[in-house]
């Protein structure tokens, strides 16, 4: 089961990274032939931003690759979500800042002070929130084998002491 889940997470992953080079290509392609400052700008944006992309996309991957896996393994997980998580943050202040150059607001000066403190408080979110997953599902898989061993250890009680038929006594009628 966790093969096919592995498999679907690579299969998806390729379509994510298809789908972003298919996206770029088709911007630059469209910038080729329409004459637009906003679209000249949107395509400088993410030309400027689609390695970013490609790499919170990989960082995502490898985090729900190691997720799958098993226990001892999956503790690695946590830190590439939040990691991308980060990434993932530092990018929507690019698209704030975009709208920003597009709109002639000051959105972005009012963010930049706070960055880092930002970035800070979602990667240790993200850690807090994923470690939390990763223990809950560990506590779930002890219950279910607890509850197996339960299940095994009455099957063997039943086989080892067999239980006798209930026989029923019919009381005598005195005539």
């Not at 403190?117 to 939390?132: A, D, G, M, R």
């Amino acid at each position: 089961m966790a093969r096919s889940k592995i498999t679907g997470t690579i299969i998806y992953q390729l379509f994510i990274l298809l789908l972003l080079i298919v996206l770029l290509a088709l911007v630059n392609f469209i910038t080729n032939y329409v004459n637009s400052s906003f679209l000249n700008t949107l395509t400088a944006f993410i030309n400027a931003n689609f390695v970013l992309l490609i790499i919170i996309s990989l960082v995502f991957f490898v985090g729900r690759i190691l997720y799958l896996l098993k226990f001892p393994v999956s503790l690695f997980a946590p830190p590439f979500e939040a990691v991308g998580a980060v990434l993932v943050v530092k990018f929507l202040i690019a698209v704030i800042g975009l709208i920003d150059t597009l709109g002639n607001t000051r959105i972005v000066s009012y963010i930049e002070p706070f960055r880092w403190i930002i970035y800070v408080i979602v990667f240790i979110l993200v850690l807090i929130i994923e470690y939390s997953k990763i223990s809950s599902r560990a506590n779930r898989s002890v219950q279910r084998e607890t509850i197996k061993e339960v299940i095994e250890e009455k099957e063997i009680e039943k086989d080892t002491y067999p239980r006798r038929k209930k026989t029923t006594y019919r009381k005598r009628v005195r005539s």
